[in-house]
């Protein structure tokens, strides 16, 4: 074997070295930033449902202190937004960057267990990878 094919060998293992390295970094940067999407699509998902446990928290202590702006009988619906809200929709600055709306919805008298009012809430979020 001569010195110069020997180089040649050497050349085409460097370069092989070097594209499977790139292959393997390509590979785990992708499941890296799909992990990140994934993590912070949950992240956005976990907030909405907490907003509308909050949204369901307020709208009975609303009931409970028999606030005028949440009457006890009748179907209605109430919106809660971050700022913008027109009355009898309320803002809620505290809301997170994710969360676009909670509209909460009290139905009526004897729809809940026990002849009890149902509430309900549904949190519209978006979520921008």
């Known amino acids: 074997m001569s010195k110069s094919s ?3 060998v050497v050349l085409f293992i460097v ?3 070097i594209i499977v390295v790139l292959t393997l970094s390509t590979v785990i940067l992708r ?3 799909s ?4 993590t912070h699509h949950q992240i956005s998902r976990i907030q ?5 446990k909050a949204g369901v928290n307020y709208a009975l202590e ?3 202190t028999n606030n005028v702006d949440w009457p006890t009988t009748g179907e209605y619906t109430r919106v809660m937004r971050r700022s913008g809200a027109v009355s009898p929709d309320f803002d809620e600055p505290n809301l997170p960057g994710s969360i676009d709306s909670v509209e909460i919805t009290v139905y009526n008298p004897g729809t809940g267990p026990s002849g009890t009012r149902k ?4 949190a519209i979020f978006t979520y921008t990878p």
């Open 6 to 8: 020997g180089k040649g």
């Open 15 to 17: 370069l092989g070295t």
């Open 31 to 33: 499941i890296i930033l």
């Open 35 to 38: 992990q990140s999407r994934l």
């Open 48 to 52: 909405a449902q907490y907003a509308a």
């Open 62 to 64: 609303m009931l409970r």
């Open 119 to 122: 509430v309900s809430a549904k």
